[in-house]
Each structure stands twice: as C-alpha cells, then as structure tokens.
C-alpha cells in the first residue's frame, strides 16, 4: 500500500512550517513596534506625551532629547569595552595557544565563568568589591567580564585551525617571535578579530543585568534607558527608543553571520 | 658551510626517543641524504639543526661554532617544509622574498633577487599569484625558492617530493637534482623513499628509532649494508638463513654451498643476495635451480619470485626472457655480493620496513605534529 503523500514531503512541509511560525513569533514584535513609532494613532498615547504631533521624525527628536546621555553612555562604553577586549583577550589566546605555562588551562577555564555567572551576581560584587570606582570603570569591568570570553573563544579557534608550522616557517626565514606574529600570525587573524569585535560590540551595546544594577541617574546606558522607557513612556517614545537601540545592532549581527560563515569556509579548507 | 652535530638528543614521550645521541659532521658544500622509516627520527633531526626544536642534549655546530642556544631565525639555515608551509595571505614573490625582508632588504633590492631564484625554478611567470591557486608541484618550486633566496648557509629539505604523485615526484627529482648540485650548498635532504636517497646523496646517512645505521657513500651503502635492516630498507634484498662453517671457508645456505666471502665470522648467518645479484645462467654454471611461482613485469627488468627448496627468493631476469609459472630455472649467485651478517640462532629474518618490490608508501613523519 502507498501513501498518496510520501511521509518525507509531509515532514518537509512540516519541518518548514514550524520555522516560519517560529520566525513569525520573532519578527512579530518588532513589526508591532516599528509600526508604533511610525504609525500616528491617539490610542496608542502619542498625545499625552505633549511635544509631539509633528509625525515620526518630531518622535525621533524628542525621544533622542530624552535618551541623548544614555546613548553616549552607551557608545563611550561600547567605545571602551571593544578594543579592550580586542586588546586584553587576543593576545592571552595567542599566549593560552601557543605559549601555554603551567597553570595556563586552568587560567583559561577561569577566564570563562563569567559566563555562567549571573549578571546581578556580578554586578553586585563589582559594587560590593570596588563600590567607590568611578562608576563607568565599573561598567566597563562588567561588559569586559561578560566578552572577554567571546574574544578568547573566536581567536583560540582561529589559531588552532591556523597551521602552526607558518610561524615556525617565518621564524626559520629569520622573523624573531614578535616579527612572526606580526608578518604572520596577525594578517591571519584578521576575520577571527573582525569577528571577536562585532560579538563583543553586539554583546556590550545590549547587555542589560549589569548595566541596569550599576546604573546611577548620570551614568546609565541605552538598555538600561530602554527599560526606563517602557515602563515610564508612552509605547510610541519606547518603539522608537528601541528601534535607535535596533539601527546599530541588526547590521552588526548580519555582518557576523556573513563572517562566520567565510570564516567556517576558510577553515574547511585550509 | 660545515655543519656538525654532536650527542643530539630529543625526546617527546618520555620512553620513547626521537633522536638519541647523533653525531655526524655534514660534508661541506655536498648534500647528505638523511634516510629512514617514518618515526625514526629524521625529520626531528632536521628540525633540532634548523633551531625550531630545543635538544635535551647535545650541540649544532655551524663552521665549528656552537649555535645550539642560537634562535632559529639568527641561524641562517634555509629549511623548506614537508607541508611547504607557504604563507597563504602573501603572494608567490612576497613568499619568496620573506627571508630578504626580515634581514632588512631594501623593497626593490629584495624583489629583484626573489625573482631572480623564481626564474631558477622556472616560476617567474607566477610571481604575483596566490598561493591558494597553485598546484602541487608549483608549490614546491615557490617552498624551495624561499628557503634559498636569503642565501642561507646551510639548506634542509624535509621530505620535499613526498606530497607529490609518483609522475611528478620523478619529474622533480630530477630537476632538483641538478639545482641542488649546481648551488653547492651544505644540504641535508631528508627522505623516507630510498630512490630518491640513492640518487640524490653525495653522501647517504641511514637512521633508524632515533640513531645513526649506517652512513657512506650511497652505492657503497647500498652495496655492502652494515645490518638486515639497512640491507632491506634501500631496495629489495634476500635475506637467506645460513652457516659459516667452523674454519670460514664455507658458505652453507639451504639450497647450495659456496665458499664463504672473505672474513666472514663462523657460525650462523645472513647471506644477503640483491634480486639483481641472482643470474639465470645456463644449467652448467648454475649454482641450484629454482621453481618460478610468479614473474612481475617491472620495465627494466622482470622480478620473479622462485622457490629454491622450500626457500623462498626474488631475482631479476631480462626484460626479454621467457618465464612461465611453475618452470624450473637454473641460478646463479654473483658472489662478489654476497654480505654476511651475524645471526642468532632461530632468529626471524627482519621485516622490510616497506615494502621490497614497490617504492615506500608516501607516509607522513613525526614533528609537524609535535607541537
């Protein structure tokens, strides 16, 4: 006996089904609020708001008059965070890679619990243990905790799949070690760190726990404002607060996934 | 440049040396094939001289001064790797001309000199290609170029055919043959495939597990072996169980006695016999006959495999003579080449290393994964 419809089609429609109402169910609420930031609806309490009337651009004004701080906080910090990573997280890879010492995988294991941690555990600490730090230094320490990981994670792959005989090549071509990393280890690295940055950028410019416990009425970022925003304004002033929190972080998680995938490539390859 | 080394030493495990205690003074200007299975040590070996490994004992020594505690990028030793390890974010020239820019030459200075070695190996016209487009044997060219265009003192080769196929392996060996004799450089030449060590070698080192076997010239190696396994490792070699008897005048093997070479110990042996040393003669002069149980069709010459008793042998016939299965053929042993070695009683005839008729398998040796 045959079935009129083969069981694999009908798994394949299925299969399909389900992830578009999954992608459906995630596209939805941004819908909803590009749609309240651009749509001029009384009910939605646009007007009690006072300063608005003037369409989506006078939104946008006001809402950037409110959230202007939090936003350079935000970027001063994003600023800071990324190339502090890139700086601190490179080369201990390099060193957890190629140079290991006694101890080092232990070091290396230790550098990721962050992860595991959770934010108001690690926000808390930070105040408990250096309460009286500039409160950006500790904002900064907190995003740093949270993506130092990544970056010893991305550029750790990158260089194991890197063939170590290429520096042990340069080195016998009479490049000394720091020569060696730099003619050769580095121009290798080149996507692993493009990548590292884009995580780490999308990682800080998001991050909410720690951001939101160590925020003071001054110092406070864009997600922590966002939170402000939609429990205090009304939703048209929060969905155009969340899609300027949006603008930079959608082309960041394409161009990583445009980067991963060369870098996936790469590594098949060579 | 005169290159020696003295009691090195490397281990990796710690039962199991890499290199225990060699010590061999390079012949200046010759190139020194350094021959052995894979895991014996060679390329480690190669890898000590070059500076990129540190020995647990021992010295390399440059024109008589100890360079062991030089780095490696201040040894001016040209090695190109099994694997060419060829940058692949440069292009061919930039490639080659590496070891110019980190000793400081000018840009224009150090190009026209890596295009000058590019067109010595034929590959000028590829000067600005990528790596990633390049064939196998293009990429051998540009890893040679490279080791050389820094003019380096001393040139080490680690087993550079090998990634190639069989055809172009011959090709290259060839042309690499008359480069490397035409440069005159000091060169270790590191193979597992006994061809290439036979023909390639002014002078032919053989390693085995970490040690020195035997080192000459490469017909003198190749014609009086100092073990089985020397014997065995560079071409086919029958090894025959026999007997010296007590006043050394006799050779007994199982199938014929003949007098015994001049000063070959009494007791039990090896008789060593070439495949190319066992004539088909006529019946008169034959020292035994043997029963053909196959015949292989080699090109030069045909390689049969023939019983003599229950002894099993190889010899090579003409290219030309009419063998058939199952025939008796009339032998005779050159006796000028036979070679004894001592054997204990009931020992096992040693295993070739690879195999005796075909040329070894193309097998990878150890430090490129000994990090």
């Not at chain 2, 490639?95 to 840009?107: D, I, S, Y």
């Not at chain 2, 169980?241 to 003949?258: C, K, Q, R, Y």
């Not at chain 2, 390689?303 to 002894?311: E, K, N, P, S």
């Not at chain 2, 299965?325 to 006796?335: L, Y």
Request: aromatic content about 8%.
């Amino acid at each position: 006996m045959s079935l009129p419809v083969s069981p694999r089609k009908v798994a394949r429609a299925a299969g399909i089904a389900v992830a578009v109402s999954l992608a459906a169910c995630l596209v939805a609420p941004l819908v909803v609020t590009a749609a309240g930031a651009f749509v001029d609806a009384d009910w939605y309490g646009k007007r009690s708001e006072g300063a608005l009337g003037t369409g989506a651009a006078g939104l946008f004004r006001y809402v950037l008059g409110i959230w202007s701080n939090a936003l350079l906080t935000s970027l001063r910090l994003v600023g800071t965070v990324v190339p502090l990573a890139l700086l601190i997280g490179a080369p201990a890879a390099f060193a957890f890679r190629r140079r290991p010492f006694p101890g080092s995988a232990f070091v290396e294991a230790l550098a990721m619990t962050p992860l595991a941690i959770p934010g108001i555990a690690l926000a808390v600490g930070l105040l408990l243990g250096a309460g009286r730090a500039p409160r950006f230094g500790l904002l900064v320490a907190g995003h740093l905790a949270y993506t130092l990981p990544l970056v010893l994670k991305t550029i750790s792959n990158a260089l194991e799949r890197e063939r170590a005989d290429l520096e042990r090549a340069a080195r016998s071509l009479g490049a000394g070690p720091w020569q060696a990393a730099a003619w050769v280890t580095l121009p290798r690295l080149v996507p692993g760190l493009v990548l590292s940055a884009l995580l780490v950028f999308a990682v800080s410019w998001g991050e909410f726990n720690v951001s939101f416990l160590l925020a003071t009425p001054l110092v406070q970022t864009f997600p922590a404002g966002l939170y402000t925003t939609y429990t205090t304004n009304s939703f048209p002033v929060a969905a155009a607060a969340t899609l300027i929190f949006l603008a930079p972080i959608v082309p960041a998680f394409l161009a990583i996934q445009a980067l991963g995938g060369e870098e996936f490539r790469r590594g098949l390859s060579s | 440049m005169r290159l020696e080394v003295r009691g090195l030493s490397k281990s990796y495990g710690a039962d199991r040396p890499a290199v225990a205690s060699v010590s061999h003074a390079f012949p200046e200007g010759r190139i020194s094939a350094v021959l052995g299975p894979s895991g014996s040590g060679k390329s480690t070996a190669l890898f000590l001289i070059a500076g990129l490994a540190d020995p647990d004992a021992g010295s390399v020594l440059l024109d008589g001064r100890d360079v062991t505690n030089v780095p490696a990028e201040k040894r001016d030793i040209g090695l190109m790797f099994q694997s060419y390890a060829l940058f692949p974010h440069l292009t061919v020239i930039e490639n080659v001309a590496f070891g110019l820019r980190t000793r400081g030459v000018a840009k224009a200075a150090r190009m026209e000199r890596a295009r000058e070695v590019l067109e010595t190996v034929r590959m000028g016209a590829f000067a600005h290609r990528r790596i990633e487009g390049l064939s196998g044997g293009e990429q051998q060219r540009v890893a040679l170029a490279r080791a050389l265009a820094f003019r380096p003192r001393v040139l080490l080769l680690d087993e550079p055919l090998s990634a190639l196929d069989a055809k172009m392996r011959e090709d290259l060996r060839v042309e690499l043959f008359s480069l490397l004799r035409a440069l005159a450089l000091t060169t270790v030449y590191v193979t597992h495939d006994q061809a290439e060590a036979l023909a390639l070698g002014d002078e032919l080192v053989v390693m085995r597990e970490g040690r020195i076997e035997q080192v000459g010239r490469p017909a003198d190696v190749y014609h009086r072996p100092r073990s089985p396994f020397v014997a065995r490792f560079l071409g086919a070699a029958n090894l025959v169980a026999g007997e010296v008897s007590p006043g050394g005048d006799d050779l007994n093997l199982p199938f014929a006695t003949i007098e015994a070479p001049a000063g070959a110990d009494a007791g039990p042996c090896w008789a060593m016999l070439r495949p190319e040393d066992l004539e088909v003669v006529a019946l008169k002069d034959a020292d035994f006959t043997a029963a053909i149980a196959s015949v292989q069709f080699l090109g030069p010459v045909q390689r049969v495999r023939v019983f003599a008793g229950r002894q099993e042998l190889l010899l090579d016939a003409p290219n030309d003579a009419v063998l058939g299965d199952g025939a008796r053929i009339p032998v005779r042993m050159k006796r000028e080449k036979i070679v004894v070695f001592a054997r204990e009683r009931g020992e096992l005839p040693p295993s070739p290393p690879s195999a005796p008729v075909v040329a070894a398998a193309s097998v990878d040796d150890s430090p490129r994964t000994v990090n």
